[in-house]
């Protein structure tokens, strides 16, 4: 170990933060047994032993997008096969039928960006869903689709977000983020929320006590200099308002999209190595989730031994990401969760969108 890596581990041992030049250093080490054993320390010490789930189903109100992002499998135009947008009905049916689940806790809602759906359109589903489910959390919308909402309607962000809160929004989601910046945002999804107005977003969220989590895409087109840079500007935020919950490192799952013919699908070693500095990185974030869907659930459980304390959640009925090719299953049981943390010697506890503890066992 050089010189400049065992500085790295002294610095953590201090509890200092680190510096970009230290996240490109991680990195390029060689050694992710080294990364993934500092990141397990600093979860251990910051956290304890609870690994964080919540009982959950994924509304996606409607594949229809204007955005075209290159990235994803997800979006039609509202002439193409397997388009689809859910009425008010169709989306309380929608939960209806999870709602089997008799420990069904929340909501995770979020969509595409309809061309000729308004504001108040969105605003009709989640007043329907918080009024016919008034037990379930809901976390839901994205910066990006927070963004939308108000260029189409003229409100102002904080205008959208109040009006978002009456109706029954708990957090916000964090998607959108993909990578932020301007050049990756440019080339790969030009149509939707810049790099700075998925901030503003998340910082007006803050400051209207609203809490928020937040993303990131890698394994496409961005550099390991922008993958820092990215971590770089949450960390700013967060020092800011304090109003993120979580960090989702979300690994880019390129078949079916418009990358999928040049870019190779990320690595395990990747995916761990990239959690492990999340964690070291992100020194002011509480929580990392291993996010199973794109992981596949044994990558998500070695994960939690690599820094990250979240493992999401049973996700039912989720098809942004299964549209994008993920392996995993559909959904997965509560017991099977519970058995997947418990299997690492970690203790499961089920939670809110908010974090706030339903159960532990």
């Not at 054993?37 to 959950?56: F, H, P």
């Not at 759906?117 to 990006?144: C, I, M, S």
Request: negative net charge; proline residues 3%.
């Amino acid at each position: 170990m050089t010189g400049a890596y065992l500085e790295i581990e002294k610095k953590i041992e201090r509890g200092e933060r680190l510096t970009r030049e230290d996240g490109l250093r991680l990195f390029a080490c060689r050694d992710i047994a080294w990364i993934g054993m500092l990141a397990d320390r600093v979860r251990q010490e910051k956290c304890g032993d609870i690994v964080y789930y919540n009982v959950n189903c994924h509304v996606n109100l409607t594949n229809i997008c204007l955005a075209h992002c290159k990235f994803c499998a997800f979006g039609r135009d509202a002439e193409d096969n397997g388009a689809y947008e859910m009425s008010v009905e169709e989306a309380v049916a929608h939960v209806a039928d999870a709602m089997r689940d008799p420990h069904l806790a929340g909501l995770h809602v979020v969509s595409g960006l309809h061309p000729s759906w308004t504001f108040e359109d969105y605003l009709q589903r989640l007043n329907a869903l918080h009024e016919a489910f008034p037990t379930l959390y809901l976390k839901g919308f994205t910066g990006v689709e927070i963004t939308h909402f108000a260029k189409s309607s003229g409100l102002t962000v904080r205008e959208v977000l109040l009006r978002l809160r009456a109706a029954g929004l708990q957090s916000i989601a964090g998607g959108g983020a993909e990578i932020l910046s301007d050049r990756v945002r440019g080339e790969l999804c030009p149509n939707k929320a810049t790099a700075d107005e998925w901030l503003e977003t998340h910082r007006t969220a803050h400051a209207l006590g609203i809490k928020t989590n937040a993303s990131m895409l890698y394994g496409h087109i961005e550099t390991i200099e922008e993958r820092v840079e990215h971590m770089m500007r949450l960390r700013d935020l967060q020092d800011e308002t304090g109003g993120f919950q979580t960090f989702i490192p979300f690994p880019f799952l390129p078949s079916h999209t418009e990358l999928g013919r040049t870019v190779r699908q990320t690595t395990m070693w990747d995916d761990l190595r990239t959690i492990a500095i999340s964690r070291l990185m992100l020194d002011n974030f509480r929580n990392i989730k291993a996010y199973w869907v794109m992981l596949t659930v044994p990558v998500a459980q070695v994960a939690l031994c690599f820094g990250a304390n979240d493992i999401d959640g049973t996700v039912h009925k989720e098809t942004i990401l299964h549209d994008a090719g993920a392996k995993s299953p559909r959904a997965l049981s509560e017991d099977h969760i519970i058995r997947v943390i418990r299997e690492i010697g970690r203790t499961p506890a089920a939670c809110d969108s908010n974090f706030n503890i339903i159960e532990v066992y």
